[in-house]
């Protein structure tokens, strides 16, 4: 109804500023890049492409998007008879890193939705997180050997002895980003900059938190920075649409 164009799948590949005060968008392939004119630009990438982004417009910000890091993480869906699982308590468990374990958390899910209980009808639906920062080589294993881990360390920790019915492994390279000793300063330069240049925000998991409500807080505050100064309400998007899958 408000007119605004969503495109989706659309690589952003640079940004520039105009002479009067709009931004120059170069999106597309680079063997067919396209111009997008904004008044105003919300830069809601992770923090790599963001830096490269930005890399023009606000040298500093970039420098400092460029040094967070991320984390890989793959995970493994299992289903298992009803009758065949263990008794367990609660909805998980959290495996920190001095356990020297794979796994970094198993969710079960028939206990923590019960809409996936009733869902299985007698199968129960659970999963494992897999992959900690700067340990991406252990995940260079194929999809049969992450279950085999996972069933490996779900034996030690719950008592699990059979074989799912069925599996299925993801992979999220590069997912998480990482918030190293000084992250509220970095994130406070790169505001600092992007805030000096008027019609620029940045938002998304690089920033204030990674879990989905504080991403939306960030795009909130993101908007609410520009909006004062816009001309017109125009809108122009640079996220791509990703599945979601809840943890
Ligand atoms: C396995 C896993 C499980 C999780 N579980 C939960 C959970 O249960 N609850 C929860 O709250 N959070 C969870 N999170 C965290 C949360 O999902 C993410 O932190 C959040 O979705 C990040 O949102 P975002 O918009 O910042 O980034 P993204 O969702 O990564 O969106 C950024 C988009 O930018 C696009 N992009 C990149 N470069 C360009 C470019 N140059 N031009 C245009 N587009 C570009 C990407 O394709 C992507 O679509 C989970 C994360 C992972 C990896």
Known sequence: ??????????????????????????????????????????????ARPAARLLSEVAPAAALELARIEYASVALVTMAF?????????????????????????ATFSFAKWD???????????????????RD?????????????????????????SVRPIDQHVQRWGGGLPQYAVGHLDRIAT???EVGRLPGLAVCGAAYDGLGIPACIASAHLAVSTLLPDLPVRTYVGLGRMSPWQPA
């Open 1 to 46: 109804a408000s007119g605004a164009r969503i495109e989706v799948g659309t690589t952003a590949r640079s940004l520039a500023r105009r002479s009067d005060g709009g931004w120059t968008i170069v999106v597309g392939s680079a063997d067919e890049p396209r111009l997008v004119q904004a008044d105003a630009v919300i830069v809601a990438v992770p």
């Open 81 to 105: 008879a009803q009758r065949d699982f263990p008794a367990v308590v609660g909805s998980g468990f959290l495996v920190p890193p001095v356990e020297k374990r794979m796994i970094k958390a």
């Open 115 to 133: 809409w996936v209980r009733e869902a299985g009808n007698g199968t129960l639906v659970m999963r494992c997180s897999l992959g900690r920062h």
């Open 136 to 160: 991406e080589h252990q995940l260079q294993v194929s999809d049969e050997e992450l279950v085999e881990i996972a069933l490996g360390d779900l034996a030690d920790a719950i008592g699990l």
């Open 190 to 192: 790169v505001r600092a």
